[in-house]
T-cell receptor, first 113, second 111 residues
């Protein structure tokens, strides 16, 4: 089954404790992206990647890191989480062609205390 | 810059129609529409490309007005299953593959 998976689905942590949210897709997509969703603000892009070892900042990259060492995986790293990073996070993937459908993962709800 | 969606929320009775608008201040290459049900991931509905093409998806259709940099999503004869939050995403002319999403329109269909 074609899908995007994220782990963990729920996470409660404390300020400053490094964490990684994993994202994996099995559709051989070149393009992968991370979004955060906050009430009233919609989906905002954090980082995206057009292929292995090619990443770039989205609209709200501060406080986040990503890496793309394999085509299928695109982890999101919060090196020193803060309470303002409490949010619902989605990973998405699509073929690297302009104007393509994005396939979203199930989401990760993160709470930073 | 995020596109602007209107209305922010709407309540419909089954069978009624609704229109959701999405506008941008920048020249658009394409508009994407997604629906998100509560607690779930956004799901793709359709993409409209520059050229004013109107597309359909069952009883949900959309249009794209290049001159006004606007897109509208039309939901006709609404069903309970249409409830959710609708997001438009915009790609800008001359840009790389990057979709910027609006803040969403919450649609509730009641019996």
């Amino acid at each position: 089954e074609a899908q995007v998976t994220q782990n963990p689905r729920y996470l409660i942590t404390v300020t400053g404790k490094k964490l990684t949210v994993t994202c994996s897709q099995n559709m051989n997509h070149e393009y992968m992206s991370w979004y955060r969703q906050d009430p009233g603000l919609g989906l905002r892009q954090i980082y995206y990647s057009m292929n292995v070892e090619v990443t770039d900042k989205g609209d709200v990259p501060e406080g986040y890191k990503v890496s793309r060492k394999e085509k299928r995986n695109f982890p999101l790293i919060l090196e020193s989480p803060s309470p303002n990073q409490t949010s619902l996070y989605f990973c998405a993937s699509s073929p690297l062609l302009k104007s393509n459908e994005q396939f979203f993962g199930p989401g990760t709800r993160l709470t930073v205390l | 810059q995020q596109p602007v969606q209107s209305p922010q929320a709407v309540i419909l009775r089954e069978g009624e129609d609704a229109v959701i608008n999405c506008s941008s201040s920048k020249a658009l290459y394409s508009v994407h529409w997604y629906r998100q049900k509560h607690g779930e991931a956004p799901v793709f509905l359709m993409i409209l490309l520059k050229g004013g093409e109107q597309k359909g998806h069952d009883k949900i259709s959309a249009s794209f007005n290049e001159k006004k940099q606007q897109s509208s999503l039309y939901l006709t004869a609404s069903q309970l299953s249409y409830s959710g939050t609708y997001f438009c995403g915009t790609e800008y002319s001359g840009g790389y593959q990057k979709v910027t999403f609006g803040t969403g329109t919450k649609l509730q269909v009641i019996p």
